[in-house]
């Protein structure tokens, strides 16, 4: 037996292994030869591609169900949600006025966000509508047919439109009165109800503590006076309130240039070195209802410090 099982050399082995990559006197390739590999690789080629097609077909069987214009399954959103401009992690809006370069960064973002309302813009691609009433828009039996939308000029927005000097440069933020501006989420055919404008109310919140109503979240938590008298009172052009002509939004897709109107906060007296907690929320019509389960919709909760060094 031990000699039947004689020990190969290393030289032995390589031939060995060369011979099974490749064996020139059958031309086998890894011990197979060329028609059974393109009958393996064949066998593949067509399940492979028989995946591929069913998989093509059953995305394009569904996207036949799918109206590119208007989400075919929308959740009920009795109340539109709201965030702010600029953007802050954690919506938390925090700058020292004598260094720059905190608060250069919310200005460059209201530049960007607020180069769509430029006067010139509005006038060219928008219409001038009718205030008071809904921008109604029927296909009249055309599906989709392009929408127009109504102006929203970014001069309506006064100290907070970033035009001119000396505050608007920097929205306030070079001079501790800052600019955030709130805006409401699009949703597709929404109507508000009762036929009234939007009116935006923010004021000082009071920030509950964990074992406040066994520490779930509070609708709108009890404001004190000396919250409001820190944060001072608050400018909220134009007027506070967005207007019917702004409704309803039909997509992105057929209301190719909607710009969605915005209101802006202008906190001229904030106290410094105070966090604040500020809510802002809507008011005017009977559909918006904030829901205690979805802390964006109807209102958005924000917190600002401002420093001095």
């Not at 809904?134 to 989709?144: G, S």
């Not at 000396?166 to 800052?178: C, V």
């Not at 939007?198 to 503590?209: G, L, T």
Request: charged share 20%; with cysteine; net charge positive.
């Amino acid at each position: 037996m031990a000699r039947d099982k004689e020990k190969r050399s290393c030289g032995q082995l390589w031939d060995e292994w060369k011979v099974f990559v490749w064996d020139p006197r059958t031309r086998q390739l890894l011990g197979r030869t060329g028609s059974s590999w393109g009958l393996i690789l064949l066998f593949y080629l067509v399940f492979y591609g028989f995946l591929a097609g069913l998989f093509a077909l059953t995305m394009w069987v569904m996207l036949q169900s799918v109206d590119p214009h208007v989400p075919k399954y929308q959740d009920r959103l009795l109340t539109p949600g709201m965030m702010i401009r600029p953007y802050a992690e954690g919506l938390d809006v925090t700058f020292n006025v004598s260094q720059s370069h905190t608060w250069l960064h919310y200005v460059q973002a209201l530049h960007q966000f607020l180069e769509p309302y430029n006067d010139s813009v509005q006038a060219a691609r928008n219409a001038a509508c009718t205030p008071g009433r809904y921008n109604e828009q029927p296909d009249d039996a055309v599906p989709n047919v392009p929408k127009r939308a109504c102006r929203f000029n970014r001069s309506a927005l006064g100290p907070c439109a970033g035009l001119g000097p000396p505050h608007s440069e920097t929205y306030g933020y070079g001079t501790g009165q800052p600019c955030v501006l709130v805006k409401i989420n699009r949703v597709i055919n929404f109507f508000l109800g009762g036929n009234k404008s939007i009116n935006v109310v923010c004021a000082a919140k009071r920030p509950q503590s964990k074992g406040d109503l066994g520490g779930s979240p509070c609708v709108f938590c009890p404001i004190g006076e000396e919250d409001a008298a820190l944060l001072g009172p608050l400018q909220l052009p134009p007027n506070g309130s967005i207007d019917l002509m702004y409704f309803p939004y039909y997509g992105k897709k057929v209301h190719v240039n909607y710009t969605q109107p915005v209101v802006a906060v202008l906190f001229a007296n904030a106290s410094l070195d105070v966090e604040h907690h500020i809510e802002c929320r809507l008011r005017g019509a009977a559909a918006l209802r904030p829901d205690p389960r979805d802390r964006f919709a109807g209102r958005v909760a924000f917190r600002l410090r401002i420093h001095r060094a």
